[in-house]
């Protein structure tokens, strides 16, 4: 097969996968109730044993009775709002018991009430359930006799926002069962078959945000430890799941976790990002006296990831010895391109950091969870950028600190007319 066929094949499987994707972050459908018919579920057996989290519930302090018809649940439950002795409260349907109960339980947790709402059957949870997380999202699973016995989906506090969706798996007897995707942080996925609850195996993959490349190899509770990069060949669809197949990248070495430290960007600086070096190079920039500069090897579309910003990690602050390489990644982390590492012979790992400034940028900042590097800074296309040209991003320096260059293109480019803005 060539090149051409290979990029049509690997697009096809890419499309599939954001349509099955789009599919499952759809909050309002049911497409869980649907891939609940799976037989394994149908005709499996389920374990009949408590779970061991299972507690008896709290004495109950008081109920406020609710004058509601309760002819469309069953008329020997009550309904109402209760509270029990550890501050937890029931509002719903129950019977006298409080065996049987169809609601939602609000626990009292230290700093905040997080919500399940389902059906309880001889005390335990039974069929959909809806818990909330401490995020501000929630999750949507299967319960058989308080356990997860079925699908699962996860979502983010921002139903609107690309990537909220967290996580979609399969449970049996509270295990996770067959195949799974768990969204990361900048939009890619772990994928594959775990051999716990907390995403462990030797061949389970992470799935950059362009759904095309990926990363394969041996995961420990999430966090990848040394594979090959790969690249999407198929994906198919069993009841309701999607399973993604993977095709090694011509001479591709083996790859190591190399996340960065305090004192050391990395332990294996001149073994590049394969994915990311067939998307951008290096190269004299086209600005006067900027050096080099990054250019774009391929077509990019908006909100496309362009380039990676590793570094190594420092705490915020004013006080440091200034850097043009450094860049925030949140309130508590920043990353910084060490003086002795911003050649390319030196350091050729990631390239973003080889970007040059510009008021009137064609990408944007953004943030990764990167199966190698960890936690880092990418720049993301803001428009459609062509092969060949020159990728640039808006450093954001606060002017009163900023160096004498960038205040010197900060009053080019606003001629000295008053500002509101102060990069």
């Not at 626990?107 to 905040?112: A, V, W, Y």
């Not at 005390?123 to 909330?132: H, Q, R, S």
């Not at 430290?261 to 070096?277: K, M």
């Not at 909100?303 to 949140?330: A, H, T």
Request: proline share 4%; charged share 25%; net charge neutral.
């Amino acid at each position: 097969m060539g090149k051409g066929e290979n990029k049509v094949v690997q697009s096809n499987a890419a499309e599939k996968l954001q349509d099955w994707i789009e599919k499952m972050s759809n909050q309002s459908n049911a497409c869980l109730e649907k891939m609940q018919n799976n037989p394994l579920l149908i005709n499996g057996d389920c374990n009949n044993e408590a779970p061991e989290d299972y507690h008896e519930l709290p004495d109950v302090v008081d109920i406020d009775y609710h004058d509601v018809n309760n002819s469309m649940v069953d008329t020997a439950l009550k309904s109402g709002t209760v509270r029990f002795t550890n501050k937890d409260t029931f509002k719903g349907h129950f019977s006298p018991d409080m065996k049987r109960r169809i609601g939602t339980c609000q626990k009292n947790l230290k700093f905040n009430c997080l919500g399940t709402t389902g059906t309880w059957n001889s005390g335990f949870l039974d069929g959909m359930a809806v818990i909330e997380n401490e995020y501000g999202g929630y999750e949507e699973t299967y319960f058989k006799r308080g356990v997860k016995h079925g699908y699962s989906r996860k979502f983010g506090p921002q139903p609107k926002k690309k990537g909220n969706l967290w996580q979609v798996a399969l449970f049996k007897n509270g295990k996770m069962h067959g195949h799974f995707w768990r969204g990361c942080l900048g939009g890619g996925y772990i994928t594959g078959v775990s051999d716990d609850n907390e995403i462990t195996g030797d061949n389970i993959a992470y799935i950059f945000p362009n759904l095309k490349d990926g990363i394969l190899g041996k995961f420990e509770k999430g966090k990848f430890l040394s594979g090959i990069d790969v690249e999407l060949s198929n994906v198919e669809i069993h009841n309701g799941m999607a399973i993604g197949s993977f095709k090694s990248i011509p001479q591709a070495s083996n790859l190591l976790r190399d996340r960065s430290t305090c004192y050391r960007i990395a332990l294996n600086p001149l073994v590049p990002d394969t994915h990311e070096h067939a998307r951008v190079e290096a190269r004299q920039s086209n600005t006067p006296d900027s050096g080099e500069g990054l250019f774009a090897k391929t077509v990019f579309e908006e909100d496309d990831l362009v380039s990676i910003l590793n570094g190594v990690r420092v705490s915020p602050s004013i006080s440091d010895e200034w850097s043009d390489y450094k860049v925030n990644f949140n309130t508590e982390l920043d990353l910084d391109v060490p003086s002795d590492m911003r050649r390319l012979d030196q350091y050729c790992a990631t390239l973003a950091h080889k970007a040059n400034h510009s008021f009137t940028p064609n990408t944007r900042w953004g943030r990764l969870d990167h199966p190698r590097f960890g936690m880092v800074v990418t720049i993301i296309a803001i428009k459609t950028i062509q092969v060949g040209e020159e990728l640039t991003v808006n450093y954001k320096y606060p002017v009163t600190i900023a160096p004498q260059w960038y205040k010197d293109c900060h009053k080019l480019f606003y001629k000295d007319n008053f500002v509101h803005k102060i990069y």
